[in-house]
């Protein structure tokens, strides 16, 4: 920090000092820095805060990490991270998190430093055109006045960018903008200033999906916790006595669950809804809609969150002989038949309102599906011992029967195996994170039905920023000493794409994180695409499946990760539940 004159002219600290104040104010608790040169008064204010015990602050070296790691940090605790950078091409690294913000309904705040207006457009070093840049993408959005115009200008704005970043029921959550011109000095002393905690918003107010005629709220709710909003329109009412089915997609959470429960429809879920859990759950869906018998009495199809995982599903949602309504949420509602009716809320008849022929057609609608669904379901449980066997006196079947034992616990893991292991190692307390992956579409196969809290960047289902976003979720879930252990799903290429997430700065607490690769040493997804047919194995090794060598112990190394290498389900299972004291790595060899 600079001392004497330049010390006590520093407008950029004033503003910096005005804006951090009002945001914490407002709620913000979390933000992620990458340093640079013209956004240093927002770090050295930063910094302070963390010092008082205002904000956790975490600092990455490259932005793209950066902003996913503030993306999921926005996904768990459904308030905005705000996240800090300088200028140029350090904004531009930012546009990958902000999208899937975007698509997804994730809120987000970006604080980006720039020059002073008459250093744009003149060829300055390290200077273009920053404000606009994420236009079409963002809540809101505004170029700030440059210190020393007052500080009241730039409290305003941080009240609009966390209100327009929260959403309501009408505009759903997601990415806001405030690009910030400072002009040198660029850091000083200290100003003296403080946040108010008694302006900060309400906490997220917690479902209960067994209230009797609740409302389903859209606006981008991720899990069971939602910010609470004012409705300003009637919700959508849903009668009864319909052929109905509910599509629970990536986001969704408990509310889909409720919403089927309430209704007494059949709930299809995506594994990556946070909803695959209850008794109207369909197992083996894509299959059963794949049978005329079931699929094509289909009268009324209401979606809650984003699906994205199968054909059968999306083909569904294109009929134009179903009444499809989806709650709104993310930055595009489902539309995909051109007549989509998206709301706000729905709320499904009360029983006591409907016909005894009504309500005797959603029984019977029910239990075709649930038959159905109980004869597709995929028991995945290993085979019970044979404990009459193993106490034999006859050597040759007490033998036998041990021989038995030990080759299911050296039987190597496979895709199915592998999902099911994670799968039963997740609990409540617990995070589990997909990556788009050929592993995503292999759980939600064949996975049975569990209450627990699922991540995954379903908005534009990109293969980037993965494990930074798992970071995010990981530091949220755990920032109050919360129990459990963030989990990533997710394959060799996604780990590779966003490799850089795993530096963990020094100083910073680690997360309990577990990172479990499938490597069958590249993009194998594409065996079940059309180019699959048509091209060569040679074509596709070389612009499809991006075959690799890398080393990823050595890169665990590298980065101070433990590393465990798996083969065998007895070990997954023993690594997956065991104590968990930071970040590990576990890497599992699969056929290609």
Excluded at 21 to 44: F, Y
Excluded at 438 to 462: E, F, I, P, Q, S
Aim: proline share 7%; net charge negative; with cysteine.
């Amino acid at each position: 920090m600079t001392d004497g004159a330049s010390a006590a002219l520093a407008p950029a600290m004033d503003a910096a000092a005005a804006l951090f104040d009002e945001m914490i104010a407002q709620g913000i608790r979390h933000v992620v820095l990458s340093p640079g040169s013209r956004s240093q008064a927002l770090a050295l204010v930063a910094a302070d805060a963390e010092r008082r015990g205002l904000i956790d602050l975490h600092v990455r070296i490259d932005e793209r990490v950066a902003g996913f790691t503030a993306l999921g940090i926005g996904r768990e605790s459904r308030m905005p991270a705000a996240v800090v950078c300088t200028s140029g091409t350090a904004v531009a690294n930012l546009a990958p998190a902000v999208l899937e913000a975007h698509h997804a309904g994730v809120p987000l705040v970006l604080l980006t430093a720039d020059r002073p207006p008459e250093l744009r457009g003149v060829g300055a070093n390290q200077t273009t055109r920053q404000p606009g840049m994420f236009t079409p993408n963002v809540r809101y959005e505004a170029d700030a006045a440059t210190p020393p115009e007052g500080c009241e200008s730039v409290r305003q704005l941080a009240r609009d960018a966390v209100r327009a970043a929260l959403g309501d029921d009408l505009h759903p959550a997601g990415p806001v903008h405030l690009n910030l011109p400072f002009r040198e000095p660029l850091a000083g002393a200290l100003p003296s200033w403080g946040a108010s905690p008694a302006d900060a918003p309400d906490e997220p107010v917690e479902e209960d999906p067994d209230q009797s005629g609740a409302l389903y709220q859209g606006g981008g709710g991720i899990g069971d916790a939602d910010q609470s909003v004012a409705m300003t329109t009637p919700p959508h009412a849903l009668p009864r006595g319909i052929r109905t089915l509910v599509i629970a997609g990536a986001d969704a959470g408990a509310r889909a669950e409720a919403l089927a429960w309430e209704g007494g429809w059949p709930l299809i879920a995506e594994i990556v809804s946070g909803a695959r859990f209850g008794r109207y759950l369909v197992h083996g869906y894509r299959s059963l809609l794949r049978d005329p018998e079931l699929a094509e009495p289909i009268e009324r199809v209401l979606v809650v969150g984003h699906p994205t995982l199968t054909r059968e599903v999306s083909a569904l949602l294109s009929r134009d002989d179903v009444e499809i309504v989806a709650l709104r949420g993310g930055g595009e509602t489902v539309n995909l038949n051109g007549a989509t009716l998206a709301v706000s809320a729905m709320a499904v008849e009360a029983a006591g309102e409907a016909s005894d022929d009504a309500l005797a057609a959603d029984r019977a609608w029910l239990g075709m599906w649930m038959r159905a669904s109980r004869a597709a379901a995929v028991d995945l449980s290993p085979p019970a011992p044979d404990g009459e066997a193993l106490a034999s006196s006859d050597p040759a079947r007490r033998l036998g029967a041990i021989s038995s034992e030990m080759a299911v616990l050296r039987a190597s893991v496979d895709r199915t195996g592998l999902v099911d292991a994670v799968w039963r190692a997740t609990w409540p307390h617990d995070r589990l994170v997909f990556g788009s992956s050929r592993l995503v579409r292999v759980a939600d196969d064949v996975l049975g039905g569990k209450k627990v809290a699922v991540h995954a960047n379903r908005g534009l289902a990109g293969i980037d920023g993965t494990i930074a976003t798992a970071l995010g979720v990981a530091v949220a879930s755990q920032s109050d000493g919360s129990p459990g252990v963030t989990r990533v799903l997710l394959g060799d290429l996604a780990l590779l794409h966003d490799v850089g997430a795993l530096l963990q700065p020094v100083g910073e607490t680690a997360p309990r994180i577990q990172i479990v690769v499938g490597n069958d040493g590249g993009g194998t997804i594409f065996d079940g695409l059309e180019v699959a047919q048509l091209a060569t194995v040679a074509e596709r090794d070389r612009v499809l499946y991006t075959p690799h060598q890398v080393r990823i112990e050595q890169l665990a190394v590298a980065y101070g990760w433990d590393y465990q290498r798996i083969t065998t389900r007895a070990a997954l299972d023993q690594a997956l539940t065991s104590p968990v004291g930071g970040p590990q790595l576990i890497e599992v060899p699969l056929e290609r």
